[in-house]
């Protein structure tokens, strides 16, 4: 991607975010939130989402990066970019199937553990160095690029399946926002 294209990019990202910031405020027009909420959603993820004609952020960062590379740690940095993805991913799914649907993480429904190789269950807040090196090492990539997709879909069946009001909802702790 060439730097303007870069650049239009992020444009049309903020653009589009400012709207969606703006439709969470007001409590207004919820189809039109979660409409643009998919597609941000859709850009982060892997074009085998399959959700219309977006550009996929992923497919473009991820193209050309080797197995080495995602699993390396570079000097002065804290995580490799294997651990980035297998954070985030963790992350959207916890908030999306605990604190959101009230329903059990796709991680634990899956038996994503033994597929990843994972030796840890959490989301990773608190590593150690030498956890994030070792998941680092550990983790079995296309199965982390597996669990990355089959999160991203149950995230986008829940969002759609959001009512006015619930988007201005805080989510419930013990797992269901009403």
Same mark, same amino acid.
């Given at each position: 991607?060439?730097?303007?294209?870069?650049?239009?990019?992020?444009?049309?990202?903020?653009?589009?975010?400012?709207?969606?910031?703006?439709?969470?405020?007001?409590?207004?027009?919820?189809?039109?939130?979660?409409?643009?909420?998919?597609?941000?959603?859709?850009?982060?993820?892997?074009?085998?989402?399959?959700?219309?004609?977006?550009?996929?952020?992923?497919?473009?960062?991820?193209?050309?990066?080797?197995?080495?590379?995602?699993?390396?740690?570079?000097?002065?940095? *804290?995580?490799?970019?294997?651990?980035?993805?297998?954070?985030?991913?963790?992350?959207?799914? *916890?908030?999306?199937?605990?604190?959101?649907?009230?329903?059990?993480?796709?991680?634990?429904?899956?038996?994503?553990?033994?597929?990843?190789?994972?030796? !840890?269950?959490?989301?990773?807040?608190?590593?150690? @160095? *030498?956890?994030?090196?070792?998941?680092?090492?550990?983790?079995?990539?296309?199965?982390?690029?597996? !669990?990355?997709? *089959?999160?991203?879909?149950?995230?986008?069946?829940?969002?759609?399946?959001?009512?006015?009001?619930?988007?201005?909802? @805080?989510?419930?702790?013990?797992?269901?926002?009403?």
């Amino acid at each position: 991607m060439k730097k303007n294209q870069i650049e239009d990019a992020r444009k049309a990202w903020n653009a589009e975010h400012a709207v969606l910031r703006r439709l969470l405020e007001k409590g207004q027009d919820t189809p039109k939130a979660i409409e643009v909420f998919l597609h941000h959603h859709a850009m982060v993820h892997s074009n085998q989402l399959k959700a219309g004609d977006v550009r996929s952020f992923q497919d473009e960062i991820l193209q050309d990066v080797t197995e080495e590379q995602i699993r390396l740690i570079p000097p002065g940095q *804290a995580n490799s970019a294997l651990w980035m993805i297998w954070h985030i991913t963790r992350i959207e799914d *916890a908030t999306i199937n605990v604190l959101l649907a009230g329903a059990p993480q796709i991680f634990h429904r899956g038996k994503w553990q033994a597929k990843l190789h994972s030796p !840890y269950v959490d989301v990773g807040n608190g590593m150690t @160095k *030498a956890e994030i090196q070792t998941l680092s090492q550990s983790v079995d990539i296309k199965a982390l690029f597996k !669990y990355r997709l *089959a999160v991203a879909r149950r995230t986008r069946e829940v969002v759609r399946k959001l009512k006015a009001g619930q988007l201005r909802e @805080k989510p419930c702790p013990t797992g269901s926002s009403g």
